[in-house]
């Protein structure tokens, strides 16, 4: 018997108190590998295993397109690389509550063209004909059924023969092997079958995971090198909007985003969420910026605030939200070194509007904008929008796409942008004012009054 790490999968002879790998602590369960309970013997003895093949020489292998399965939903089909592509194990996490469920289950009534089967270990069928009647769509080739074991599942599924099996969720299946419902055993042999299973019939598969107390899918070492693409579904429960992030994707690119609102009617799309971001900003209150953040392959432009208040209590406080609150301390300490501005005793707070959650370089500027504008309580005009990476020596630094940063800028009504001077480089013409600005320093004394 070993110990294995819930968090990370790492192995121990023994049990102790915290993980050496990712430390976390009482995260060791005990684990036992038998003959019986092995993932190699569970898919021999399901004759789920791939075909015998043979090495073949990669200029002799046929080239086949890759056809996917749209779904009338834009934005699942943006993460999704461009759509369900046949034969995929897809796994989908999120905290209990933020609507994965309702977001599977409204695809499978949206997918018209082809069988869908939605299984369930957590609800029953009349439960979930209660939440398919809120979503008022029309329901033909969806079936559900309630099953927890993984074995009677895949034969309800050769048996209908749908194109897409969605399961709700992976803590709630089980197997032959040893382990509870739910344990890590279960969860990598059942898991390890669904995906030989898929690429053995052609059927798409998605799993609903749930997530531990740090925000990452449960098991995560476990199921995110098992599937092929790993969607987190995130927000925060108390604002209407929600984003589907791609973590990993073998058909598509990672960290695309998609955007929902959440109504009483389900999740509806976002097309033009910068737009929406926006649409509530006050321009008369000093300590906002706007800035542009980049996920995959589309531009958001998003609202910056901060507040900066005499420190009272002690030690100063820094706190983000949406914000790396590290990365806040380092511009704090460029505003002080390089602006020549008095941090060290004031309270700073920095929010990104909207419940979204960034990490984007280009936004540095629009934080250190908003900070200033809060510290010297002068308000910054609503057509101005800040696209630069700051450096340690004060000096702004050029980002990704910065033109295609402008273009959406441009469209959304923006009449100045701020960027580094180092993007002097850009050949394409602008309605929109472009101001090039060389140190952070520079763009203060001339914008801050």
């Known amino acids: 018997m070993t110990f294995v790490c819930t968090n990370c999968s790492v192995k121990y002879a023994k049990w102790q108190g915290k993980c050496d790998a990712c430390q976390t602590w009482n995260s060791l369960t005990p684990f036992i590998e038998s003959a019986k309970s092995s993932v190699l013997s569970g898919l021999a003895n399901n004759a789920l295993s791939l075909p015998n093949n043979q090495p073949i020489k990669m200029d002799d292998v046929a080239a086949l397109p890759l056809v996917r399965l749209c779904t009338q939903d834009i934005e699942l089909n943006r993460v999704l690389g461009g759509g369900i592509v046949p034969g995929s194990l897809v796994l989908l996490g999120g905290e209990p509550g933020i609507g994965k469920s309702?977001?599977?289950?409204?695809?499978?009534?949206?997918?018209?063209?082809?069988?869908?089967?939605?299984?369930?270990?957590?609800?029953t069928v009349a439960q979930i004909k209660i939440r398919a009647e809120r979503l008022a769509l029309a329901a033909q080739n969806c079936f559900l059924l309630q099953e927890n074991s993984l074995r009677k599942l895949l034969e309800h599924v050769d048996t209908l023969q749908p194109a897409v099996l969605?399961?709700?969720?992976?803590?709630?299946?089980?197997?032959?092997?040893?382990?509870?419902?739910?344990?890590?055993?279960?969860?990598?042999?059942?898991?390890?079958?669904?995906?030989?299973?898929?690429?053995?019939?052609?059927?798409?598969?998605?799993?609903?995971?749930?997530?531990?107390?740090?925000?990452?899918?449960?098991?995560?070492?476990?199921?995110?090198?098992?599937?092929?693409?790993?969607?987190q579904f995130e927000g925060d429960k108390h604002f209407l909007y929600r984003m589907v992030r791609t973590i990993k994707n073998r058909f598509g690119a990672a960290s695309e985003l998609g955007m929902y609102e959440m109504t009483a009617n389900g999740l509806q799309t976002v097309p033009n969420p910068s737009a929406v971001l926006l649409a509530t900003q006050d321009c008369s209150v000093s300590g906002t910026a706007i800035g542009s953040c980049l996920e995959g392959s589309r531009v958001f432009f998003i609202e910056v605030q901060s507040l900066v208040s005499i420190s009272k209590y002690g030690n100063p406080q820094r706190n983000a939200t949406g914000y790396d609150p590290r990365r806040?301390?380092?511009?704090?300490?460029?505003?002080?070194?390089?602006?020549?501005?008095?941090?060290?005793?004031?309270?700073?707070?920095?929010?990104?509007?909207?419940?979204?959650?960034?990490?984007?370089?280009?936004?540095?500027?629009?934080?250190?904008?908003a900070i200033v504008g809060s510290l010297k309580d002068s308000a910054i005009a609503h057509d101005q929008c800040f696209i630069a990476e700051v450096g340690l020596s004060g000096t702004l630094r050029k980002v990704l796409r910065v033109e295609q940063r402008i273009a959406e800028a441009e469209?959304?009504?923006?009449?100045?942008?701020?960027?580094?001077?180092?993007?002097?480089?850009?050949?394409?013409?602008?309605?929109?004012?472009?101001?090039?600005?060389?140190?952070?320093?520079?763009?203060?004394t001339c914008l801050i009054h």
Do not use: W
Request: charge should be neutral.
């Open 102 to 123: 309702t977001l599977l289950l409204q695809m499978a009534l949206q997918l018209e063209s082809c069988k869908v089967l939605y299984a369930s270990g957590e609800e």
């Open 166 to 231: 969605i399961i709700d969720s992976m803590q709630t299946l089980y197997g032959e092997e040893e382990g509870g419902m739910g344990s890590m055993h279960q969860i990598r042999a059942c898991a390890t079958r669904l995906l030989y299973y898929a690429k053995q019939t052609g059927r798409a598969i998605f799993l609903i995971g749930h997530i531990n107390k740090e925000g990452t899918l449960a098991g995560p070492k476990l199921l995110e090198h098992i599937v092929d693409t790993v969607l």
């Open 328 to 369: 806040l301390t380092m511009l704090l300490a460029v505003l002080e070194k390089r602006a020549g501005l008095r941090l060290q005793d004031r309270d700073v707070f920095v929010n990104i509007t909207g419940g979204l959650k960034v990490d984007d370089p280009a936004l540095d500027l629009a934080v250190c904008m």
């Open 411 to 444: 469209r959304l009504g923006f009449k100045e942008v701020f960027i580094a001077a180092q993007s002097q480089s850009i050949t394409r013409s602008f309605r929109v004012k472009i101001n090039y600005v060389q140190t952070l320093k520079e763009l203060i």
